[in-house]
Structure formats: structure tokens, C-alpha cells
Nanobody, 124 residues
Framework: QVQLVESGGGLVQTGGSLRLSCAAS????????MAWFRQAPGKEHAFVGA????????YTADSVKGRFTISRDNAKNSLYLQMNSLNPEDTAVYYC?????????????????WGQGTQVTVSS
């Protein structure tokens, strides 16, 4: 089992940047595929990006490609999401999630563990 805690959210103006972090504790962080999802008010979880256990492979949603970068540091049991060129459509609660196995997934039902989320608000 792994526990996840996100941080780094906040209020930023359009065009600004934020870096989200997800600190993991518990078993073998490096064995999990990690991902970021976001949830806007009244909407379901939306996939943002995923990263393989080694960090060698990353996947990002088309809506954030070229603006967001997912990375991890297994030595620090941490996952990151660098978000640049933010716009109001990026406003949401951002969650990190972990799944066992080696295959990243874009569906939230594939993930076993979730953090509590961190709010990102982008003002126009």
C-alpha cells in the first residue's frame, strides 16, 4: 500500500506556471506507475499524464501536451507535474494516483491509490 500527498497548488494568472508535487510513503514507490488526474467542478476525473515506474516513459493528454511535464524521483519517493502556460481551463483539483503493474493507463478506475488533491485556480 502507498499513501499519497499532493502539494503545490494555488492561484496563478493566465500564462503562469506551477509545479505540483506528490509525496509517497509506504511500500516500494518505484514499483508503481504514477499518474496525475484533474477534476473540474461538476466533471469527472480527467487524465493529465502518467509515468512508468522507471521514469523512462511518459504519457500526457493532448489538452496539456507541450505545456505540462510529468516526472518522478524514486530516490525521493516523489512525483511532479510542471505546468506552464496555464489558462483558466486548467482550473481543477489535481490528484496524483498510483497503480501496480507496468502498464500506464488513462482511466481512473485502473489506479489503486489516490491522494487528497490540491486545488489549482487560474485567473483570466
Amino acid at each position: 500500500q502507498v499513501q499519497l500527498v499532493e502539494s503545490g497548488g494555488g492561484l496563478v494568472q493566465t500564462g503562469g506556471s506551477l509545479r505540483l508535487s506528490c509525496a509517497a510513503s509506504g511500500r516500494a514507490f518505484s514499483s508503481y506507475v504514477m499518474a496525475w488526474f484533474r477534476q473540474a467542478p461538476g466533471k469527472e476525473h480527467a487524465f493529465v499524464g502518467a509515468i512508468s515506474w522507471s521514469g523512462a516513459n511518459t504519457y500526457t493528454a493532448d489538452s496539456v501536451k507541450g505545456r505540462f511535464t510529468i516526472s518522478r524521483d524514486n530516490a525521493k519517493n516523489s512525483l511532479y507535474l510542471q505546468m506552464n502556460s496555464l489558462n483558466p481551463e486548467d482550473t481543477a483539483v489535481y490528484y496524483c494516483a498510483a497503480k501496480a503493474g507496468s502498464l500506464p493507463a488513462t482511466s481512473d478506475i485502473a489506479y489503486d491509490y489516490w491522494g487528497q488533491g490540491t486545488q489549482v485556480t487560474v485567473s483570466s
